[in-house]
């Protein structure tokens, strides 16, 4: 089942609504513009992982597009009533996917319309983690370099328009593909449309991890981010682009990690058959299973 | 006030509903993805205007976004109920602005979500068009090559996913203008984040009126389509860019022209006065007055 809690001044721990019936304005800049932002994150046996990281992403996507948000306290709280009906509803279910939403709300609105979804991880979603993900590299249009002088473009911000992050999905499975690696025109290695990207190399038993640089013009992953520093405790050397697509195909391992789909090898390029290690994605995987 | 008219098999003329309350499933893709289509028209004693063409391109957007619409004349007979409707409830107003929106749906659906919005011009839409538009120049990010490569950009579809057309607008009016004129990483001129591009000549009495062309990776305008048919009528000649902006500063007059704004003077570009021309204002305007 669906559980929706809507942040609500009037009710401290949130709003439990009806998730059957309609609770937005179709006016909402949200439905109309796509104006809002988003996070997704995982929550296991009624607790949200990496909380605090997603919360900081949130307000960083709210201070991109001028957007005032309810504060941490009040997501916190809503998510634990959330977590809490989820629970009851859904007592076998150990894991659960969250999602924070805030809108600009309709025309004039002096605050935004901010909800938590909670749900149940799909299928789907576990079964690409196991089986491997073909994936195709996409031209993202921007050039690596846009991001900087261009904030309009809300490059570093989640927000709700994802329909070019949907539609570059629905591509790859029109050509027999699971998902994307967006390339800038300049030829770097970006993102996934709900990703980020993830290699390795084992060189004489030192591991290597690689991430494209943030600079380059994508989301700051919250996975990447916390698997970087768990590996380092592991003796792990880290590194970051620029990467290109020859680095992917040289890699020992590639991985696209995020959220709720936590740590997915890339099994194929653009059709082309990738390197990918059982063991170290076992070893990361046990990581990315101990992120609080 | 605000008219509503949901889109149901159920319902041959479309079901009105009330539009002070919740109409939307908070699940619903085009609130939580930005997974849509739009159409903005103006109506005129309860006639909307180039309504087929609006149509055509609603059409031409959902196929760029693999979406599965009700047909031209579902949306017909909602239009005409929610402008019916509408004109019960505003006798006095002569004019109003329709919306047309199309969302994917809850995850999973098995058609659209689509509905008729009817409301009011705003006022201050009506005062942009008289008072003239400071515009600012700002970069798009994509270069005036990629839309052909790169279908799933979505580059010539009306989507939902604008957060980006509304932060650039909202970075003008924080920099003391009040729209914007997009430019690619190449250096042409593209569109403005809810209008088209139109500048004019007038050399020894012949006219001619030019837009940016469609191969530069900008929406098919509507109104420019139409306004480009009467002025070759009137002995106008046409002329397709690809334009930089110096040519803007050297036109004898530059215009953001849209649906419900109709033709707007652009007054000045990143500060600098340009050129205006009250007479080609109002001869052209006359034309769009004319619109059917």
Do not use: C
Request: glycine share 8%.
């Amino acid at each position: 089942m669906t559980v929706l809690v809507f942040l609500d001044p009037a009710h401290d721990d949130g709003r439990i609504v009806d998730a059957t019936q309609p609770q937005l304005m179709a006016t909402d800049l949200g439905a109309t513009r796509g104006d809002g932002l988003f996070e997704s994150l995982l929550a296991v046996d009624g607790t949200p992982r990496k909380l605090d990281a997603h919360l900081r992403r949130l307000a960083s996507s709210a201070a991109a597009l001028d957007l005032s948000v309810p504060d941490a306290d009040a997501w916190r709280r809503a998510i634990s009533t959330g977590l809490r009906e989820f629970a009851a509803a859904e007592p076998n279910r150990t894991t659960a996917a969250v999602k924070l939403l805030a809108t600009r709300g309709v025309e004039g609105a002096s605050q935004a319309t901010a909800w938590v979804q909670v749900t149940p991880v799909p299928a789907a979603t576990l079964a690409q983690r196991e089986a491997g993900l073909r994936v195709l590299l996409l031209e993202r249009g921007y050039d690596s370099t846009v991001a900087q002088r261009a904030p309009w473009l809300l490059i570093g911000a989640k927000t709700l328009s994802y329909a070019v992050n949907m539609a570059a999905v629905r591509y790859a499975k029109a050509h027999g593909a699971d998902d994307v690696i967006f390339t800038s025109s300049d030829g770097k290695v970006l993102e996934g449309p709900t990703s980020t990207v993830l290699l390795a190399h084992d060189r004489d038993g030192q591991k290597t991890l690689v991430t494209p640089q943030l600079e380059s013009g994508i989301l700051p992953g919250t996975s990447q981010s916390a698997l970087f520093d768990a590996a380092q405790e592991q003796g792990w050397e880290l590194g970051y682009g620029p990467l290109e697509p020859h680095h992917l195909y040289e890699a020992d391992a590639v991985w696209l990690i995020s959220s709720i789909r936590l740590l997915a090898p890339v099994v194929s390029l653009d059709g082309q058959e990738l390197r990918t290690s059982p063991a170290l994605t076992t070893e990361l995987s046990d990581l990315v299973e101990r992120f609080v």
